[in-house]
T-cell receptor, first 113, second 113 residues
Framework: QQQVKQSPQSLIVQKGGISIINCAYENTAFDYFPWYQQFPGKGPALLIAIRPDVSEKKEGRFTISFNKSAKQFSLHIMDSQPGDSATYFCAAMTNFGNEKLTFGTGTRLTIIP | DSGVTQTPKHLITATGQRVTLRCSPRSGDLSVYWYQQSLDQGLQFLIQYYNGEERAKGNILERFSAQQFPDLHSELNLSSLELGDSALYFC????????????FGSGTRLTVV
């Protein structure tokens, strides 16, 4: 019940295209859903996050879409650039006395020219 | 620089040995989290400390232990090391409580030979 399932495992997108990464969860107690971006040799960095009271959040080229009834959320990267090539992790958190993040398994995104 | 400092960056040690990983959280952050990242397991939560007290425990082996000191830095102790303990170990910090901001350090790469 604590799992967060992420797909695809890897993704290749042409420069200028839209990259879409999907995540699904089971635990309805999750109330915070961040996305992290990780470059090789670096720690994960918070990209964008959403709470379940909204269905979409946009920050620049990055958008989270959230479907509470389906227990799914996704990351859309518009106008994908080679600099976006990284591993992306979705995550989820409850707020029952701790702030433990449960991560998806990651998506390796490659943007080709 | 994320503000979370982890030392050392790399560590090579033999099976059966004991090592200590150190983490200095971002200024003002009271919570420290330890995560293990391996190729086949993704990012796994190990343990959380909040203002010196253990707050949550994840999939942390009995051979592993951690603590948070009065100055809020934290140490993760790994003993009786096995080849399978080879991984990236990340520390993250947050202000704690209702603020979900989470900042990761650059990690310590542990190689057990």
């Amino acid at each position: 019940q604590q799992q967060v399932k992420q797909s695809p495992q890897s993704l290749i997108v042409q420069k200028g295209g839209i990259s879409i990464i999907n995540c699904a969860y089971e635990n309805t107690a999750f109330d915070y859903f961040p996305w992290y971006q990780q470059f090789p040799g670096k720690g994960p960095a918070l990209l964008i996050a959403i709470r379940p009271d909204v269905s979409e959040k946009k920050e620049g080229r990055f958008t989270i879409s959230f479907n509470k009834s389906a227990k799914q959320f996704s990351l859309h990267i518009m106008d994908s650039q080679p600099g976006d090539s990284a591993t992306y992790f979705c995550a989820a958190m409850t707020n029952f006395g701790n702030e433990k993040l449960t991560f998806g398994t990651g998506t390796r995104l490659t943007i080709i020219p | 620089d994320s503000g979370v400092t982890q030392t050392p960056k790399h560590l090579i040690t033999a099976t059966g040995q004991r090592v200590t990983l150190r983490c200095s959280p971002r200024s003002g952050d009271l919570s420290v989290y330890w995560y293990q990242q391996s190729l086949d397991q993704g990012l796994q939560f190990l343990i959380q400390y909040y203002n010196g007290e253990e707050r949550a425990k994840g999939n942390i082996l009995e051979r592993f232990s951690a603590q948070q000191f009065p100055d809020l830095h934290s140490e993760l102790n790994l003993s009786s090391l096995e080849l399978g303990d080879s991984a990236l170990y990340f520390c993250a910090s947050s202000p704690g409580g209702a603020n979900y901001g989470y900042t990761f350090g650059s990690g310590t790469r542990l190689t057990v030979v």
